[in-house]
């Protein structure tokens, strides 16, 4: 009896995935996403376009995509369109999950190369922790990107320090966070206290003791994000003045 030969699977088309995303866009969803994303004239993300995926469509079509070639993944991150750059980002971060350290650290190379392409709070939010933060082995490109004129690398370089704290590391967290306590910008108000907060679940006294030092250069709301696994007491105590 012959053999059966094998039935090679196609490879992944960054035509056929276009494809998907646009048979799958939604007008009244991407409508409502401009606001929500701050899409308008003067605003962070100014010009940005979306389709109107929701996020676990979003990470199915990546699951579905996920061996597309970094050459594919770099003109998605180019794109115009929202959706097809958090796909990108979704995608290296499978890739990496999966691959080695030398191809792991080609994707996160690949990642500083591209971060325009990583140009709003959930696409920063998505890949920074796997693709930056397990990279940055002493911190050291977190606190120069910390000081970076473009919001995007300075939120990346916050968010990354997830990486540290899931190692039970705070001091980068800590780091960073003061050197981006007098950010003007909202979105690193809520950033710093986000990961203030995470830090807090590692090590709750260094939390409480770095809010007393800099209680004073704290924004309201990266306070309040910071304080928010406190007692309803204590964050109250917080909200007055320092403990």
Aim: proline fraction near 5%; charge should be positive; hydrophobic fraction near 40%.
């Amino acid at each position: 009896m012959p053999a059966r030969k094998k039935i090679e699977k196609p490879k992944p088309s960054l035509a056929a995935l276009k494809r998907e995303v646009n048979a799958l866009r939604d007008p009244e969803r991407a409508r409502f996403l401009q606001g929500f994303f701050r899409t308008g004239p003067g605003e962070y993300a100014e010009g940005d376009k979306l389709l109107g995926l929701s996020v676990p469509i979003s990470r199915k079509i990546a699951k579905e995509f996920r061996e597309l070639p970094l050459e594919d993944i770099a003109e998605l991150l180019a794109s115009s369109w929202h959706e097809h750059r958090l796909i990108a980002l979704l995608i290296l971060d499978l890739q990496h999950k999966k691959a080695d350290e030398k191809m792991r650290a080609a994707l996160h190379r690949f990642y500083v190369k591209h971060r325009a392409g990583v140009n709003n709070w959930d696409l920063v939010d998505t890949s920074a922790r796997m693709l930056f933060g397990e990279h940055d082995a002493d911190g050291s490109l977190a606190g120069r990107w910390a000081r970076s004129s473009n919001l995007w690398e300075r939120r990346i370089a916050m968010v990354s320090t997830f990486a540290a704290l899931k190692r039970g590391e705070t001091e980068r967290t800590f780091r960073i966070a003061e050197m981006l306590l007098e950010d003007k910008h909202d979105l690193m108000h809520k950033a710093v206290g986000w990961l203030l907060r995470e830090a807090g679940k590692v090590d709750m006294p260094a939390l409480l003791a770095f809010l007393r030092k800099h209680y004073t250069r704290m924004p309201r709301t990266a306070l309040r994000y910071a304080i928010e696994r406190l007692d309803p007491v204590d964050r109250k105590l917080w909200l007055t003045g320092p403990q």
